[in-house]
């Protein structure tokens, strides 16, 4: 093509205009693009021919395409990408949305109802799907760990992260222990472990288990080997989990109206099959991610774009909050929705601490 291995910068102010009007128009109207539409919206008084000439140059650039019914063109992913990176004009939360945004993100008891608040709200405010992932419980403080007697040889562990959220883990133990010997064992934990997170715990009980029993007494030994086993069977608690909303939303987007592709993409949705790489690169990344159309690494993510931030609790990052639409979604506006829900959410995550 004549334009290969040109740099994209060099794009002319005119072109430039041209494609933020023709991006902006289809994302306003899901209708192809026509020369009429950007003569008119552009105010640069160009000849039909003028723009007939650019709109060329654009789909050699691949920023554009023509379908086939139409002499109007639609912006491909590398379009809305170029669009995204250079051409955004950000738009401002007015008042009502940023004071409704505030006043949501806080509701609920736990961090898990806060979660699927907020989720809901995303979708609320956007009309998109809304997703939120669960803080992750390593990055929580113990403050508290109890047992309790079961059958023969099981024990209920009763685990309190961050004075208000309680995990309950059964445990299969070498040996009947006692009531007293739980209570012991118990207060050995809460003294060694309250105010620790998960790594921080299983590093301890690591270096522990490494040096010499001689002197240890009975009550630290079974102490450690009772937390052992509590904490690896929570292992596995830690993976990634998310909260998404607002799914039926997505029934109303033109690109989306395929039913056989609707039904995969809500298969996904609840099986958290493609989502979670997605979401776990967000959380190692700074600021807010947008992943369009094929980006994303996912095909049944291609006709979608994601909108992502992370949000965090202390110094550390926990979590993700983000929106799930077509690419042809309004970006102004969702970005700042996205961006101003991690950092509020991260801020109530931080008063509850």
């Known amino acids: 093509m004549a334009h290969e291995g040109r740099e994209t910068e060099g794009l002319s102010d005119r072109a430039q205009t041209l494609l933020r009007i023709l ?62 990176n250079t051409l955004l004009r950000m738009q401002p939360l007015d008042e009502s949305s940023v004071a409704e945004i505030r006043r949501q993100v806080g509701k609920g008891e736990t961090s898990k109802d806060l979660i699927s608040s907020v989720s809901q709200l995303l979708s609320q405010v956007t009309q998109l799907a809304g997703v939120v992932t669960v803080p992750r419980t390593q990055q929580a403080s113990i403050t508290h760990v109890e047992f309790v007697v079961l059958s023969e040889n099981r024990v209920l562990a009763v685990l309190v992260f961050n004075d208000r959220e309680v995990q309950n883990r059964i445990i299969q133990l070498e040996r009947y222990y006692s009531a007293d010997e739980l209570r012991r064992a118990s207060n050995y934990l809460n003294d060694q472990f309250r105010g620790r997170t998960l790594t921080q715990v299983r590093e301890e009980i690591l270096r522990q288990l490494a040096e010499t029993h001689a002197h240890m007494n009975q009550i630290m030994l079974d102490a450690i080997s009772m937390a052992q086993h509590v904490f690896e069977a929570g292992e596995g608690e830690d993976r990634l989990e998310y909260v998404i909303k607002g799914e039926t939303n997505l029934m109303g987007v033109a690109e989306l109206t395929n039913v056989e592709k609707l039904r995969r993409l809500f298969e996904a949705f609840n099986e958290k099959r493609d989502f979670l790489h997605l979401l776990d690169n967000s959380l190692k990344a700074e600021g807010v991610q947008i992943f369009i159309g094929h980006e994303s690494g996912y095909q049944i993510l291609d006709d979608c774009s994601v909108v992502t931030a ?36 991260g801020a109530a995550l931080n008063s509850r601490r």
Request: aromatic residues 8%; proline residues 6%.
């Open 23 to 84: 991006i902006e128009s289809y994302i306003r109207d899901g209708q192809p693009v026509g020369s009429r539409v950007l003569s008119r919206d552009s105010g640069l008084q160009l000849s039909s021919a003028t723009i007939r000439n650019v709109m060329a140059d654009l789909e050699e650039y691949g920023f554009v395409s023509s379908p086939h019914t139409s002499a109007g063109r639609i912006p491909t992913d590398k379009g809305y990408r170029f669009f995204v």
């Open 310 to 345: 992370p949000y965090a609790a202390g110094d550390s990052v926990v979590g993700v909050v983000g929106v799930i639409g077509p690419t042809r979604m309004a970006y102004e506006r969702v970005i700042p929705i996205v961006d101003m829900t991690a950092k509020l959410l």
